[in-house]
């Protein structure tokens, strides 16, 4: 069965302190991992789409890394504004997209 | 670009009564939509899958007759949920893709309150 794990489940940072977020899956022919950035009571954003291991793309404060078995969110200097549950979602060639339990981080001004 | 819209962004109702949330994708084609359905602080639950003009595909457990999902065109897609009961409120979150990507884009979400 397709699984995402992601940890930690929460994340509290001092504003500047840079972290990085963790999501590890099932190796079982893998279409696609996903970054979603969700605000209370909002739907999820879309951050970023890794297709290969040692693939890397970048946002502002925020770089998505790909791996064989797990990604990896680096945030760099955040700000309390980066404070959001980060989703992420594996993809396995049938249309749906298998999500974690999410990182809700916070960021302390 | 990929704007996707739902509408309501909150209802509340009786119970006994039909609601309907619409989703629409704004900017882009969406061959395929899904609904989602989450609980607070939980993740996302895929209720169905949809492609325009084809009956959705649900997911194990989810009541066809209850949740009833509409794809008619490439950029709207409807869940009525019938006969709604307490146990029905929840958060209800809409997503779309198209023909040239899997990535997902989410509506914004209609919280829904049964009485």
């Known amino acids: 069965e397709d699984q995402v794990t992601q940890s930690p489940e929460a994340l509290r940072l001092q504003e500047g302190e840079s972290s990085s977020l963790n999501c590890s899956y099932t190796?079982?022919?893998?279409?696609?991992l996903f970054w979603y950035r969700q605000d209370p009571g909002k739907g999820p954003e879309f951050l970023f789409t890794?297709?290969?291991a040692g693939e890397e793309k970048e946002k502002e404060r925020l770089k998505a890394t790909l791996t064989k078995k797990e990604s990896f969110l680096h945030i760099t200097a955040p700000k309390p504004e980066d404070s959001a549950t980060y989703l992420c979602?594996?993809?396995?060639?049938?249309?749906?997209?298998?999500f974690g339990t999410g990182t809700r981080l916070t960021i302390i001004p | 670009g990929a704007v996707v819209s739902q509408h309501p962004s909150w209802v509340i109702c009786k119970s006994g009564t039909s609601v309907k949330i619409e989703c629409r994708s704004l900017?882009?084609?969406?061959?395929?939509m899904f609904w989602y359905r989450q609980f607070p602080k939980q993740s996302l639950m895929l209720m169905a899958t949809?492609?325009?003009?084809?009956?959705?595909?649900?997911e194990q457990g989810v009541e066809k007759d209850k949740f009833l999902i509409n794809h008619a065109s490439l950029t709207l897609s409807t869940l009525t949920v019938t006969s709604a009961h307490p146990e029905d409120s929840s958060f209800y979150i809409c997503?779309?893709?198209?023909?040239?990507?899997?990535?997902?884009?989410f509506g914004p979400g209609t919280r829904l309150l049964v009485l």
């Open positions: 997503s779309a893709s198209g023909l040239s990507s899997e990535t997902q884009y």
């Open positions: 190796v079982s022919g893998l279409r696609g």
């Open positions: 890794l297709y290969s």
């Open positions: 979602a594996s993809h396995f060639g049938n249309e749906k997209l298998t």
């Open positions: 900017d882009f084609q969406a061959t395929t």
């Open positions: 949809s492609n325009e003009g084809s009956k959705a595909t649900y």
